[in-house]
C-alpha cells in the first residue's frame, strides 16, 4: 500500500513519493507533504522551465532556480510561467 500524505499543493489526500526528490530540506519537505499527482505537474512545470528560460543541466545557476521555481510551486502561490511564455 502506498504511502499517505496530505497534499499541500492539491490540497486532498493522495498517494506520496516513493523518494525524495532532492538531498535538502526543501527534497524533505516535498516528500512529506507533496503528493504523486502533484510531483507529475512539477515535472511538466520543470520541462517549461527548463526551456523557456533555456537552462543548460551543466550551469551551476540552473539548481538555484530550480530549487526556487520548486519552492514557489508547491509551497507558494504557483510559479509564475516566464514572461514571454506563449501557451500553443
Known amino acids: 500500500m502506498a504511502r499517505m500524505v ?3 499543493k492539491l ?3 493522495l498517494p506520496g513519493l516513493g523518494f525524495k526528490p532532492f ?3 526543501l527534497g524533505t519537505r516535498i516528500y ?3 503528493s504523486q499527482d502533484a510531483w507529475k505537474l512539477w515535472l511538466e512545470h520543470f520541462k517549461m522551465i527548463m526551456n ?5 543541466p551543466s550551469d551551476p545557476r ?3 532556480i530550480l530549487f526556487q521555481q520548486a519552492e514557489q510551486f508547491f509551497f507558494g502561490p504557483g510559479a509564475e510561467a516566464p514572461p514571454e511564455f506563449k501557451p500553443q
Not at 52 to 56: A, D, F, H
Open 6 to 8: 496530505m497534499c499541500k
Open 11 to 13: 490540497g486532498k489526500e
Open 23 to 25: 538531498p535538502n530540506e
Open 32 to 34: 512529506e507533504s507533496i
Open 52 to 56: 523557456e528560460y533555456r537552462l543548460s
Open 62 to 64: 540552473t539548481q538555484q
